[in-house]
Every structure is written in C-alpha cells, then in structure tokens.
T-cell receptor
C-alpha cells in the first residue's frame, strides 16, 4: 500500500528553527509537495521537489532524498503566524497526490 | 471571482437527503479534484477530472458522484447522505492532470445527522 508518515504534532519557539520530516512509500514517484494549512482554512502550496537536494524559498526550505524516500521542511526564524499544519504529499505513478495526515506545528513565544 | 469558489460554506443535512456541493474555478485549469478531510487523516481523493467531459474515481468514491460538463464547474453530489459523510470537503484544480501545484477552494463543512 501507499503510505506517507509525518509527526502528528511539533512545538517550537518563536525565532527558532524547526524541521518537519516526511517519509513515504508510494507506487512510483513524480514529485513531493509541502502545503501549509491554517486552522479552518484551505491548504496552500509551499514547495515542490522532484530532484534530490535542497530547495530554498525565503524562510522555508525543502529537502528530498528519493533513494531514502525522505523529505523534510525546514522553517527558519519562526513567527507566530507559522502556527499551522504542514502537509506532505507525493505525486504517484498515476499522477495522483497521496497525502500525509499533516504535522500540527505549535509556536510558543 | 478569482481562483476557486465553493458553495455552500457549511451545511447541516438530514441522513438520506440528496446534496450537491458546488465548485467553480476561473483559472481555466484542466484538472479538478474533490477531497474530504477528516481529523487525524490526510486529504483523501473522492473523484477527479483531468479534463472537461471526463471523470475518474479516487480513493473513496462510494456514495459520491461528479460531473464535468465544462472547464469551470465540478459539482459533487451525495445521492443519499449518511453520517459517515460528515467531513470538510475541498475542491482543487491544477493546470493539467499531470501537473504540480494544486489550488484549493475554501472548503465546505458538511454535517450529516
């Protein structure tokens, strides 16, 4: 079966750095996405990785290792507004997105 | 409108009733999707459409039907609602069936009693 694993919840301090991990086992791989979802709102796109390595976009970076079936999202200089759920999703061989359950990130002052 | 709209925002429905959730996008995206999101679970794909006139079944299609008469609209129908269909429903679209970024509507919160 297809499986996306990510921690259920993480807590971090304002101004700090946090890394949210995602491991996957899917039938085929055509890219990995990270989305942010604030409570009661729709998911919004953060990043897309299809090749191994690090993609940096402002305070957010995303890393992919296809051989290990592993990705992480790195958030720097955390702000209170970063409190949200972070969803990892993999585009499988049928070009369907398989979603993890999401990691709820709590930022404390 | 800009992006994707969904209607209604929320709805309380008696079991056994028929209900259609509406979704409209103005980005001329080829592909559209319906997901449900339940606490502790990831987004689960109900149905999708890669282009107008075609639809396909996702992971959890039972009890739901869709149509795609044109590019912009992708309604989701519950023929006879059951309490297990209580969920938040998101419509999404992307530039093509093999694309990358999906854009999401604001969601419909449905409660079936």
């Amino acid at each position: 079966g297809q499986n996306i694993d990510q921690p259920t919840e993480m807590t971090a301090t304002e101004g700090a750095i946090v890394q949210i991990n995602c491991t996957y086992q899917t039938s085929g791989f055509n890219g990995l996405f990270w989305y942010q979802q604030h409570a009661g709102e729709a998911p919004t796109f953060l990043s897309y990785n299809v090749l191994d390595g690090l993609e940096e976009k402002g305070r957010f970076s995303s890393f992919l290792s296809r051989s290990k079936g592993y990705s992480y999202l790195l958030l720097k200089e955390l702000q209170m507004k970063d409190s949200a759920s972070y969803l990892c999703a993999v585009l499988d061989s049928n070009y369907q997105l398989i979603w993890g359950a999401g990691t709820k990130l709590i930022i404390k002052p | 409108i800009a992006g994707i709209t969904q209607a209604p925002t929320s709805q309380i429905l008696a079991a056994g009733r028929r209900m259609t959730l509406r979704c409209t996008q103005d980005m001329r995206h080829n592909a559209m999707y319906w997901y449900r999101q339940d606490l502790g679970l990831g987004l689960r794909l109900i149905h999708y459409s890669n282009t107008a006139g075609t639809t396909g079944k996702g992971e959890v299609p039972d009890g739901y039907s869709v149509s795609r008469a044109n590019t912009d609209d992708f309604p989701l129908t519950l023929a006879s609602a059951v309490p297990s269909q209580t969920s938040v429903y998101f419509c999404a679209s992307s530039d093509s069936g093999t694309s990358n970024e999906q854009f999401f509507g604001p969601g419909t919160r449905l409660t079936v009693l």
